[in-house]
């Protein structure tokens, strides 16, 4: 599957577009990001960016969520929970063993969303998305009018 204009807004909407990299709201450093929510060892202080890159390495970076959804979620997707799916894992990340992601959690295992998903769980699932806020950060309200943004694509 590919994410539809709608999950392309919904995540541009969100992230928002800065032509000049900035520290992440949570910590106030690392992950620097620029363009549409772009992080990574090429993003760093005081790197600039034109429109065309920043929409450029939003679509490449769509299409990375692209690939670990379709690889990991073994459940049939509507588009609605496809988009929602790529959404938050580009917000949120894919997980390692130092940090939890929506695909792997740092034990190793999946995380409850998408062990959900994966049982066709699916409603199990959708109220998963509410556990991914950071609470007492600065960042909560916005995560959470996201995520509710997500499941209502989700949802549809």
């Not at 609605?80 to 940090?99: E, H, T, W, Y």
């Amino acid at each position: 599957m590919q994410t539809s204009l709608a999950g392309i807004n919904l995540i541009k909407a969100f992230e928002g577009c800065h032509l000049k990299a900035y520290p992440d709201p949570k910590t106030g450093g690392d992950p620097w990001t620029i363009g549409w929510g772009a992080t990574g060892p090429d993003v760093y202080e005081g790197l600039t960016w034109t429109q065309e890159q920043a929409d450029d390495r939003l679509l490449n970076d769509i299409k990375l969520r692209e690939e670990i959804i379709n690889l990991y979620v073994k459940a049939p997707l509507t588009q609605g929970q496809f988009d929602a799916m790529v959404s938050i894992l580009f917000n949120v990340g894919f997980g390692s063993n130092k940090r939890n992601g929506i695909i792997r959690l740092k034990s190793g295992e999946p995380s409850t969303l998408l062990a959900k998903l994966n049982e066709g769980d699916y409603e199990g699932a959708a109220n998963e998305f509410g556990r991914w806020i950071s609470p007492g950060s600065p960042v909560e309200r916005g995560l959470k009018r996201r995520r509710g943004a997500e499941v209502e694509m989700f949802n549809s």
